[in-house]
Every structure is written in C-alpha cells, then in structure tokens.
C-alpha cells in the first residue's frame, strides 16, 4: 500500500473534528436570550403563590432600586440545586422576588419550607403568561431589574457558586 | 453512604487505570518490566472496582435515594423496580458510568484469559485499553458525576420520559453497550500490535473471538432497537435513519468487515494494515456515534440538561484517542511487513470486495448523518432521511449482496470461474426468475424488487458451501457463516416484503363500526379508560379477523404518564407467519368517532427474525472459534509432554 | 482472468478498485445529498420562494389559533402554520402527535402540492411538558430554529 494513503484515515477524522469543533464553539440555540434586556418589565399583577409572603405586581420594581427576579417551579429540581445560592445572594444584601410557575400553593409551600425561602415577595404565574413576556423559556432563570423597573441582565439555568459574584455585580451595575 | 461508597470505587478504579497505563507502557522500553506485572492484577481490580461503583449506582436508584441529584432528576418512587433500576442508564451520567464500566471489564477479561499473544504486546495493548478508559474516568469524575447529591434532598424525583419505561429499553442500552464498548478491545489489540509490529495469523486469531462477541452485541442491540422503535413510536415504520440510529448502525458495518478481514488474515496471512485500521476505525465509530449523540451537537435534548462543555470534552477524548491511534496507524502500518499476495478472483478477493463495499456503505451512513453540520455551518437547516440514505446505500449494498452469495463458494488465493459455474449460474437464475414474475405479475417499486430477488437468491446460496461435504465434520464456525448469511438473506425479504406488500388504512369510526385492511377486518367494540401504576389511558377494545376467522381481541392504547406528563401511543400487534397487523388508536374527533390507524405489514418479523439469526450466527461462530482454539491448546500441549517423554 | 496478471499487478488492481469505490461513494453521497436532503424553510420563505412542488421539504412554525379543521372523514386535518408574517396552508392525513395543540411549535414534513397546499406526511410535536412554547409574536430566526430543535426531540 502507497505510504500517502496510510494518512488518509488519519485527515479525515481531522476534518470531523474541525468540523465537530467548530459546531461546539457555535452558539447553541438552546438558549435563547431574551430580547427585552434594555426594555422595560411589561405590566403584570400576580396573585401571591404563598402565605407568608405578599403578591408580586410590576409596580414592586419601580422603587429605585435593583431587584432580582427569579422564575421557579416546586417541580423543577434545577431549582432546589440553585436554591443555596439564591440564599447567598439574599445574606449579601439582594433583594429576591420570585414567580413560581404554574405551581400548586401547598406545593410551593412544601418547597420553601424544604429548600428554604430567600424571596421577599411570591407571585404565582398560573399560564406561564409572564414568564412569556418577560422572555424567559424555562425555569429556573433569573433576571435583574434596576430600579426603574429596566430588565438589565438575564440569567438561564440553576446559579451555580461561581456565578454568584456575577449576579452580585450585575446587580451592583444595575444601581448605577 | 452509598453514593460516596460508589465515588470512592470510581476514584480507585481510576488511579489503577493509571497504574496500568505506566507500568504497561514502561514495560515497552528496554528495561522498563520491572513493574509489568503490576499491570494485569491492576486492570482486574480496576474491572471490579467500576462494577462495584456501578452497582452502587443501581442500589441508589433501586432505593430512589432523592438526595442524589440523578436520582431526583430521572426517577420517581412511584415507578415499578424495574424502570428504577433502568432509570439509572437512562440517562447521561450513568450511560457514561455504564461504559466506563462495560470497558473496565472489557480490560479485566483480556488481563485475565488472554496469554497466547507475546507478551509486550499484550502489555501495550492493556495500556492502550487504560488509557481509553482514563479518558472516560476523567470524564465522569469531573465533570459527569452520577453521584453528585443534592444540598437538599428533593421531595419527589422528576421522572423517568415515559417512552423509555418499556421493559425492552431495560436490557437494549446495556445490550449496545457491550457492543460498543467490547469493540474498544479491538482497538486496543490494534494499538497493541502498531506499537510492537507484531500483526501475525496468530494475531487475528485471537482478536476475533472478542470482536465476534461485540458483533454479536451490537447484532441484537440493533435488532432490538428496530423491533422498539417499530412498535412504540406507533408510526408503523421500523427503521427512521434518525442520528441514533446511524449511530448504532456505523459501527457494526465497521465490525461486521473487521470481521472478514480478520478472517483473511487468520488464514492467509493477508490484509494486515487493512485489519489494523478497521480495528481502530470500529470503535472510532463508537465514540464518534456517541459523541454525536451525547453532545448535542445534532439532537438537542431539552432546556437544560446538555452542557456545552460537556461535548467540549468528549471531543477533546475522541481526537486524543482516535487521532492518536490513527496517527499511530499512518507512521507505523509502512513498517509492518506486507501480507501474502492472492489472486482477485478468490476467497479474500470476494472479502476485500465486501470489505470496500461496507466500507463505502459506511462512509454514505457518516457523511449522510453529518451533513446537517455541515450545511448548518452555513447557516442552511436540512433534514437527511430515507430519500438519501436508502437509495444511495442500495447502490453499494447490492453487489456486496452478490458477492456475498458467492464469495463463501470460491478457495482461498486463487480460483476459476469454471469450478464455481454451476452454482453461480443457480442463484442467479433464481434471482432472475423472481425479478422477471415480480415485474410481470405485481407493481412493485425497483428497490424492494430488488430486495425480494436478491433475498430468495442469497437463502439459496448461504447453503450452497454445504454442499458436497461431510456435515457431522463441518467446523461449528462454518455453521455459524451459514447461519448469519442465511440470517441476512431471511431479513432483507422481510424489509422488502415489507416496502412492497404493506397496507394501510387510516379511518375514524364509531365504538360498533368496522374497517377492512389487507386480508383484515377490524371491529372497534368500545373506548375505556385504563389505568396502569403510574399512567392512565384511553384503550381502543377492537375484535381482529383474519379473512372472516375466529375474532382476536387487541387493544391499542393512547396512554397518560404523569410523572414527567407525557402521552404515549402504545400500538397492539397481532402476529401471524405470514405478517403482523398493527393497530394504533387516536383522538377522539367531534361527532364522536375514534381515529384509527391499521396497518397489515406481510412477513414484517422477518426483520428481526433474521437479526437474531444473524446474531445467532456469530454466537455459533464464537463457539466453534473457541473450542477449536481449546483443542489446538490441548493438542499442542500433547506433543509438547510426547516430546518430552521421547526425550527422557 | 487471472493468468496474465503478476501478483504484483492484481494487488495494484485491488487498491486501484477500492480506492475507486470508496472515492466514488464519497462523489455519489456528495451529490445525493444536494439533491436528496430536505431543507427546512419557515412560512415566511415558503411563500417568498417556495421549493419545486413534490420536493421534500420541512416547514416549521406555529399552528395559528383557530385554524385546525377536521375533515368529514375523520383523519385528515388542515391547519395554518404561521411565523408572524405569513402563513401556509397544512393538510395531514393521520394520528397527530400528542402535544399537537393550536398554538404550538410544529415541524411538518411532506411536500408543497401545485395549489400551494403543504401536504404533510409526518407531523413533530414538542413532547416535553416542561417547555413553554414560545408567543410568536416575538419570534426572531433563532427563535424558529430553537423551535425546530426542540421539535425533533420527540422523534
């Protein structure tokens, strides 16, 4: 056999992995970020998901200062996984609100109860409707909001420990 | 306790597969052996130890421990024990610790059995298997924990999807596993003999046993993974071309012709760079199908449970090993002495032919399944499905279908047309005969024609080398060939009497109304609700005839899951000899009336019928391999101690 | 056929054969594949340039609400499918997908009839109940593409 074609098998799979590569550093469409980053929260009244912790409405986010606005579900366990993290950012002096996402209310109270309860207020967003104007495709996600109510960053998936002095910044951003 | 238990075994089973990789390639240099004899205790404890860590896992699903994140992510306790317990392969970290640990084993059987080849390069070929296998570890370990916990322990798991809470998703994943995974001895044995130069008969004897019993793996995987797809998908069709698919099919064609050249090269001592390669390109196909499959990167699982940096890693794994081992193959397959030279027309020209032509089959499969990519890459979405692949293959799969029925017929190095003319003449008479009466007396489309044609004409032929022998001295392997040729010949008549005579009736009648398919009528008597432990349904209860025979009752389902909500279609299959009736049941349209779906498909279950024999085959292969390997031993032995005595 | 040939040759002979398959199967599948891969459009492109009717292709968008009608026969359907600018026609024959609802994401597969009908062989429906389909009054490109992703999970 010519010597060259020992190397053929060898350049093919090069090009798979250009090619795999490159698709990799691609992207991914899984994610969609929102558009409404920049614009403001649209108008939303929310009945309260629990007992212990009032209603949330847009207006809650015109009092000049930064929120953060986490989209949750008692079912969705990515959730519970950030749930130490959320509690972190509140010790560190963030302001948390949440939608629970067509959740039952003993549900979420079962959930706050287990996984501890960093939000100040609950509203509970039975149709998704909100979490659909707001942009968001999943749970859990996390928005910052500065005080005259401008969504200034999006967060998707669980916080992880490390992204908690990003979300600190942001929010630090957002004050200015 | 348990999931720390099975991290820490996971941990060990690493350290010692790096142990194995030193000691086994310091044994490769002048005066490195001294701790070579560390290496095969050392992958036999690694094998045990990835078993155990696997273990561990099942026992946490099996107690649906919720503190485990994987647990609460893929199961839920109200699921029955056996889809628990399955539930902890059905998903991406466990897959992973499954292969981790399919592979482990894979390294402590050679470690533990293999003692004919010389030893250096056995020790290079359980360095090459550790060094795969480090990869994986270090893949699962940092960043696909299975046993990572919770900081809280969840209240209810999240649930296993509903379409792979069927019992034959239980055994089909580990059955694929050992499939792909076994090949990585292949591949290994492959590096071993680059690295030494050593590719020898002896060689190819003794890699084949272990590709067989992959081959034989991934036969049944794939069978059993149509046979799924076909009666859970509820669409009636039996094989989608889907990347999952593609993924399962790329290395058994890479298998089946390692297969055969190593069967030239056992008996002639021919083809060595060519089984090499294929050794290393096999299970190349593995990884790459998984890799494809698991990043992402052309299904897209959903929301959040692919990480980018996951595919990142895999494919940083498959360019180390499979682009080190091709790489390996290009500086050192010069170097290996050429094999013996043979005429065109003979035994290992009709393999070498049917080796190009799997090989072409393949490389169609691998471009059709990355086009997307590549398109995608210039910002064009396409789809690539049957259109593509199955005329395209066909081109390639008929003549190596030819050669096939006669390739067995011809001797080895050299022979003439004219020995061989009376049987070529037969099955190709017969192949004719079958096309002239399908064109003439039914309009059938060219490709299932074809199929028909060729089918009746190789079942003729895989008897053909039996003729004229004596069949009580017949090898148990060459039994095992007539068995898995036979097997190929009983499933493309299946396929294509499938393609040719299906029929199909979509209606939507009333509870008490009838619909006729094929030879068929069905008589829908009533829709009621069901309940399984943990879905409820909607059960179409009908009443089957076989040209006005006795009534069979069947009962297709359309089903609820609630833990995750998902609906499902179970399809009701009425089997006879001569075909299968399948039944699907729908919504509920406006004036009461219920969709249905029927389908009369003449000889479908030769399909799978003719995997298990081929499967079959191969087992009987093995055996025949096996055995006449022992004897060869004992015989040795013999005049090995004769020699012995006549000298004392 | 084989006296007159030198070893030598006849092992020439193969390489040259193999090489030639296998390069002409890589030419084959690279023309098939131009031909024979279906392309995705979204109703926008299905109506600003639509593909040769009988060519199989792929339309991915939202099912508009109020537009899934049943024929008299029970099986066949017919739907709009929108992306916010334009909408084509659907007509399916068959068992639709579980979560096939009016206002989801689709994915149809089939064939553009001459009249400008989309006549679908196969229907893909989202089957994950955690996913929120998207309103598709702010669909953007990536927005279509995340749908049809997510579409083909289910197959």
């Known amino acids: 056999m010519k010597r060259w074609t020992l190397w053929v098998p060898l350049t093919l799979f090069l090009g798979f992995c250009v090619l795999a590569g490159y698709q990799l550093t691609q992207p991914k469409d899984d994610f969609v970020v929102s558009r409404m980053i920049g614009k403001p929260l649209p108008d939303f009244d929310l009945h309260a998901a629990s007992l212990d912790r009032p209603a949330l409405a847009s207006s809650y986010f015109h009092d000049g200062k930064p929120h953060l606005l986490n989209v949750f579900a008692s079912w969705c366990i990515p959730c519970a996984a950030e749930a130490p993290q959320l509690e972190a950012l509140r010790r560190r002096g963030a302001d948390i609100a949440g939608i629970a996402i067509r959740d039952r209310p003993e549900d979420v109270a079962d959930y706050l109860t287990r996984y501890g309860n960093p939000y100040s207020r609950i509203g509970s967003d039975d149709l998704s409707q909100v979490q659909l104007d707001i942009g968001s495709s999943g749970v859990p996600e996390t928005f910052v909001i500065d005080g005259k109510g401008i969504i200034r960053y999006q967060h998707i998936g669980d916080i992880r420990p490390d992204d908690v002095p990003l979300m600190i910044g942001k929010l630090r951003e957002a004050e200015q | 306790m348990i999931a720390e238990l099975g991290l820490v075994a996971l941990w060990l089973a690493a350290s010692l597969a790096a142990l194995q990789l030193v000691t086994g390639a310091l044994a490769q240099q002048v005066g490195g052996d001294e701790l070579a004899v560390l290496t ?4 036999i404890v690694q094998g045990l130890l990835a078993a155990f860590a696997f273990l561990m896992l099942l026992v946490v699903f099996g107690q649906t421990d919720l503190s485990v994140k994987l647990v609460a992510m893929n199961s839920h306790s109200e699921k029955p024990l056996i889809f628990k317990l399955s539930g902890a392969f059905g998903n991406h970290e466990g897959s992973m610790l499954l292969w981790v640990t399919i592979m482990a084993l894979a390294g402590a059987m050679i470690a533990a059995i293999e003692h004919r080849l010389p030893e250096k390069t056995m020790l290079a070929t359980l360095a090459a298997q550790a060094f795969v296998g480090l990869g994986f570890y270090a893949f699962l370990l940092f960043s696909s924990n299975p046993f990572e916990r919770l900081p809280t322990p969840a ?36 590096v071993g003999a680059l690295v030494t130069r050593q590719v020898t008969p002896d060689f190819a004897r003794i890699m084949r046993p272990w590709v067989l019993g992959a081959w034989i793996f991934l036969t049944l995987g794939i069978t059993a993974g149509s046979y799924w797809a076909y009666y859970e998908l509820g669409w009636g069709g039996w094989w989608f071309w889907d990347p999952v698919e593609n993924a399962s099919l790329m290395p ?26 294929l050794g290393v390109v096999a299970f190349s196909m593995s990884m ?7 990043s992402g990167i052309l299904t897209s699982v959903h929301a959040f449970a692919v990480d980018p940096e996951r595919g990142t890693f895999i494919l940083a794994l498959l360019a180390i090993n499979i682009g080190g081992a091709l790489l390996l193959f290009a500086l050192r397959a010069g170097t290996v002495a050429e094999g013996k030279r043979f005429s065109v027309l003979s035994r290992e020209g009709a393999l070498v ?129 007539v068995a898995a040729h036979f097997g190929i010949a009983v499933a493309l008549f299946g396929m294509a009497s499938e393609s040719a005579f299906s029929k199909e009736k979509l209606a939507a009648i009333e509870a008490g109304g009838s619909a006729d398919v094929g030879p068929w009528t069905v008589v829908l008597t009533d829709v009621v609700p069901t309940a399984g432990p943990n879905w409820t349904a909607l059960e179409g209860q009908m009443l089957a005839s076989y040209e006005g025979g006795p009534p069979i009752a069947i009962a297709p389902q359309s089903r609820n899951f609630w833990a995750p909500p998902q609906e499902t279609t179970e399809s009701a299959l009425v089997t006879r000899w001569n075909g299968q009736l399948y039944a699907v049941v729908g919504r509920e349209t406006a004036e009461g009336r219920w969709q249905l779906r029927l389908w009369w498909k003449p000889f479908v279950i030769f399909i799978w019928l003719g995997g298990a024999l081929v499967a079959l085959g191969g087992l009987l292969a093995l055996i025949g391999r096996v055995l006449a390997d022992l004897k060869r031993r004992t015989v040795k032995a013999r005049a090995a101690e004769r020699r012995a005595e006549s000298a004392a | 056929m084989t006296g007159w040939m030198k070893p030598k040759h006849q092992r020439l002979v193969l390489i040259v054969i193999a090489l030639a398959s296998l390069v002409g199967a890589g030419l084959l599948a690279a023309w098939a594949l131009r031909n024979q891969a279906s392309y995705f459009f979204v109703p926008t492109q299905m109506v600003t340039a639509p ?60 064939r553009l009839d001459p009249s400008g009908t989309f006549v679908a062989d196969n229907l893909l429906a989202k089957h994950d109940e955690n996913y929120v389909p998207r309103e598709l009054k702010d669909m953007t490109d990536r927005q279509k593409a995340q749908i049809v992703a997510e579409t083909e999970v289910g197959k």
């Open chain 2, 252 to 277: 058994w064609l890479a298998a089946t012709a390692l297969l055969h050249s190593a069967s030239v090269l056992a008996a002639r001592d021919a083809l060595r760079a060519w089984t090499i390669m």
């Open chain 2, 353 to 481: 032919f049917n080796n190009v032509m799997l090989s072409a089959v393949l490389g169609i499969v691998l471009l059709g399944t990355l086009y997307p990519l590549v398109t995608e890459a210039f910002n064009v979405r396409v789809s690539v499905g049957p259109p593509y692949f199955n005329p395209v293959s066909a081109i390639f799969v008929f003549p190596m279908l030819a050669v096939m029925a006669v390739g067995p017929l011809l001797r080895w190095r050299q022979d003439g047309m004219q020995r061989i003319g009376r049987p070529v003449l037969i099955v190709a008479l017969v192949a004719l005969l079958v096309l002239a009466g399908g064109w003439t007396f039914a309009s059938i489309h060219l490709l299932p024609l074809l199929g028909l044609a060729f089918s009746a004409a190789l079942a003729i032929a895989a008897f053909m080398p039996l003729r004229g022998r004596n069949l009580r001295l017949l090898p148990i392997a060459t039994w095992g060939m």
């Open chain 3, 51 to 110: 593909p040769a009717p009988g060519q199989a292709v792929r339309l991915g968008g939202m099912v508009q609400k109020g537009s899934i009608k049943t024929m008299p026969d029970g099986v066949t359907i017919t739907f709009l499918v929108g992306d916010g600018e334009n909408t084509v026609p659907v007509r399916f024959s068959g068992i639709v997908p579980d979560l096939f609802v009016e206002g989801s994401g689709v994915v149809a597969e089939g």
């Open chain 2, 288 to 294: 790459v199908g998984t890799f494809l499959v698991r």
């Open chain 2, 40 to 43: 095969r205790p050392a992958a």
């Open chain 2, 155 to 190: 209240l209810q798991g999240q649930g296993l999807n509903p379409l792979l809470q069927d019992i034959g998703l239980v055994f089909h994943p580990p059955t694929l596993y050992v499939g792909y995974v076994g090949l990585s001895v292949a591949f290994s044995f492959a």
